[in-house]
């Protein structure tokens, strides 16, 4: 039935989940079920030269010390700078005029110039197009640690804590894959080094919370993870390999490609040498 406005939707319902083609629906945030009112980004392109501002991290503890902001407005100044910690999005009254439409915070998009789409950005993270980010695995990595390595890539953007969990996951994995020996995975790593894993990569790990005394359990999600640590742990996920797969396989591929005899001769000569 269609009103007068040309209005098709129903007029009576009960509560109804979130729906962008509804104007009340059960809030995702309180419950409710209520009115919801929309609101449209109006874009106003930056300047050349200037990005989104992002607030540091440490934006509370730089303005609790900063000795040049008076006492009585650091309160104000973090509470309005802790929205933007907190990655929400909203709305703010415009500085330059009260006539103005207000900011929408926290939220930016860019536009390519080669393609022309467009990219939703929520704070410092890219919520669309889905990405894959991080490094490619290295192809010699078993089938099952893969799978683990490309789900870290795909969640990377929007949970750098989930990925550097799975990437923990995938190291301890790895060793078990290639038979180290060990009953803790600070063993295991070890005695990776003792068979030619680069000792700079071990002590990379420990960096990364991956071994030694602040070590995180793999599959546990770490507060102090972030998007540099999960990426430098995609990193030393393929040196591992590398090292340890990739290269021993080259060298046994080009030994074998070595005429029968010139092998033959080289094993008698090993021989004698023991």
């Known amino acids: 039935m269609t009103d007068s406005k040309g209005d098709v939707r129903p007029k009576k319902r009960g509560p109804q989940p979130p729906s962008i083609g509804l104007t009340a629906y059960i809030c995702p945030h309180c419950g409710t079920h209520t009115t919801q009112y929309w609101h449209q980004l109006f874009a106003s392109r930056f300047d050349k030269g200037k990005a989104p501002f992002i607030v ?4 509370e503890n730089f303005v609790r010390k900063e000795l040049d902001i008076p006492e009585s407005e650091k309160e104000p100044l973090i509470k309005h700078y802790l929205p933007y910690l907190r990655r929400e999005v909203f709305l703010r009254a415009s500085e330059d005029s009260p006539f103005n439409p207000p900011e ?25 197009p889905p990405q894959r980010m991080g490094p490619d695995p290295n192809k010699d990595l ?14 990377l953007s929007l949970s750098p804590r989930g990925a550097a969990a799975l990437l923990r996951l995938c190291v301890e994995k790895l060793c078990i894959h290639l038979n180290a020996e060990g009953k ?4 295991r790593i070890a005695n990776l080094v003792s068979n030619g894993l ?9 960096a990364v919370r991956v071994i030694g005394n602040e070590a995180v359990h793999p599959g546990q999600l770490d507060l102090k993870d972030d998007h540099k640590t999960a990426e430098t742990l995609f990193r030393l996920m393929n040196l591992i390999a590398e090292k340890m797969i990739s290269e021993p396989a080259h060298v046994e591929e080009i030994y074998q490609s070595l005429p029968p005899e010139k092998r033959e001769g ?7 040498t023991q």
């Open 104 to 128: 929408a915070c926290n939220i930016a998009l860019s536009k390519c110039y080669e393609c022309d789409d467009i990219a939703v950005w929520i704070h410092d993270r890219l919520v669309w």
């Open 198 to 206: 680069d000792e700079r990569i071990q002590k990379s790990l420990d």
């Open 142 to 155: 078993p089938d099952q640690i893969i799978v683990d390595f490309e789900e870290a890539r795909s969640i």
């Open 266 to 272: 080289i094993e008698q000569r090993d021989k004698k």
């Open 56 to 59: 540091r991290p440490d934006i």
């Open 184 to 187: 803790t995975l600070d063993q």
